[in-house]
């Protein structure tokens, strides 16, 4: 039998040190007033900004080499801070300790008739870990809700941010002991093997719940390869369609925003479909306004047909381009002969994640509301508010596609669990056998 890789070993036993010091840490979160967690909040906010420079020069650092290996602009744009982004961060963390603690909020309570009072209860994980790629602003926001929820979390981001995260860790961490907290109730693995993912995804009695956010290959990893709970959050190929009924300009101005605002994040539209009687009208309004703003377009034969005749660059799309989560200025276009065709394309290529109707009919909003399967569906509304900030959640640990207890932004409630409280006055289930006549078993 050949002896085990001492390297292996050695990343085994750094790994599950951290998590037994985030275990312990879990219990004084978990037991901490709700004053006492917003506190440690705000302070982190204090410390983030205090440390600023040292923050945005390290990230400065990480998006130097992601640069030098030739990182795509999207991931570049995930990746990058500035001070304002940083600000956002902290204002956050306001919002975050200004939530409701969801922590011992009664869920429901009821009677029974044999008189037990019973009560559900929403409680911490306890260890949250959340494995993510290149965007600081999560290392925050993960730390900010799981605090307040009770929880300590373990965070595991990408190499390409390594640096930035490292600081922002030891401001949160510093925040945590000036107000008494023990400061491995957020903790960074900052190993940077692979092979962590599944040190954390199998951690069970260490690790009470993962939560990946990403790219579909690092999602599916962790959801084929767990151990522990996961809350799985998904890709965002999100679509627009404009049905016939639209007002051209408002839809003009929302394929715009949902596509060019920000189109590294998973709440863009991949996809604009539009109604064969509004295409004249719209396409060519809203392949000029996007054209303008450098977005590369891919179109159908019937949009490439409009685009050609008023002049708007756009390239033959494929089936590749319609499954495609491009996170960049690019996006596919087809025209469709009905809002039935439109729902087919959007069940065939959507990721159940964010998708959106414009039209002035109530009867196809409300189909189109009722029968897309989605996390979030919207009427006249651009996509870019699928946000666990634009919902009131003041963050999200990621936007969740599946359908178990947490769909869309995932924010404080989700975050807990539940436990039952019975209180009785001496009831019993089964006959009496006490003082009764019979005899109690040996």
Not at 90 to 105: H, Y
Request: one cysteine or more; aromatic letters at 4%; glycine letters at 8%.
């Amino acid at each position: 039998m050949s002896s085990p890789d001492p390297a292996i070993a050695a990343r085994k036993a750094e790994v599950e040190a951290l998590l037994r010091a985030a275990r312990a840490a879990a219990g004084a979160v978990g037991r901490a007033e709700t004053e006492t967690k917003n506190a440690v909040l705000r302070t982190m906010g204090e410390v983030l900004w205090r440390e600023r420079e040292a923050i945005l020069a390290a990230n400065a650092e990480d998006v130097r080499e992601a640069a030098g290996r030739g990182t795509p602009r999207a991931r570049l744009d995930r990746l990058t801070l500035t001070e304002g982004r940083l600000r956002s961060m902290i204002e956050g963390l306001e919002a975050v300790a200004a939530l409701p603690d969801p922590v011992g909020r009664v869920a429901a309570a009821w009677t029974r008739p044999n008189g037990l009072r019973i009560e559900k209860v929403h409680v911490p994980f306890g260890v949250i870990a959340i494995i993510y790629e290149a965007r600081p602003n999560v290392t925050v926001d993960a730390a900010a809700l799981a605090l307040k929820a009770g929880s300590a979390v373990v965070l595991r981001g990408s190499r390409d941010a390594l640096r930035t995260n490292s600081a922002l860790v030891a401001a949160l961490q510093a925040a945590l002991e000036a107000r008494g907290f023990p400061p491995s109730a957020v903790t960074l693995i900052k190993r940077p093997e692979r092979e962590v993912v599944d040190d954390l995804i199998t951690a069970r009695g260490l690790i009470d719940l993962v939560i990946p956010r990403g790219g579909a290959g690092l999602i599916r990893r962790v959801v084929d390869g767990a151990r522990v709970p996961v809350i799985e959050t998904g890709i965002g190929n999100n679509h627009l369609y404009v049905d016939r009924a639209a007002d051209v300009a408002m839809a003009v101005r929302l394929a715009v925003d949902a596509k060019v605002d920000r189109p590294s994040v998973c709440n863009a539209i991949e996809t604009l479909l539009v109604h064969r009687e509004i295409a004249e009208a719209f396409l060519p309004e809203a392949g000029r306004a996007l054209s303008g703003l450098g977005v590369e377009l891919r179109a159908c034969p019937r949009a490439l047909e409009i685009f050609a005749a008023h002049g708007i660059p756009a390239r033959p799309a494929t089936d590749e381009d319609y499954a495609e989560e491009f996170l960049d200025l690019i996006l596919a276009v087809r025209v469709v002969d009905d809002l039935d065709e439109a729902l087919q394309h959007i069940a065939r290529y959507g990721t159940n994640h964010s998708e959106a109707i414009v039209t002035d009919d109530p009867e196809a909003a409300r189909r189109f509301l009722t029968e897309v399967d989605a996390a979030a569906v919207y009427h006249n509304a651009s996509t870019r508010f699928t946000d666990g900030g634009e919902f009131g959640f003041g963050a999200e640990m990621g936007i969740s596609t599946q359908k178990l207890h947490a769909r869309g932004p995932v924010g404080l409630p989700e975050l807990t669990t539940v436990r039952y409280r019975i209180v009785g006055h001496g009831q019993i289930r089964g006959p009496e056998r006490v003082g009764g006549g019979e005899r109690l078993p040996v």
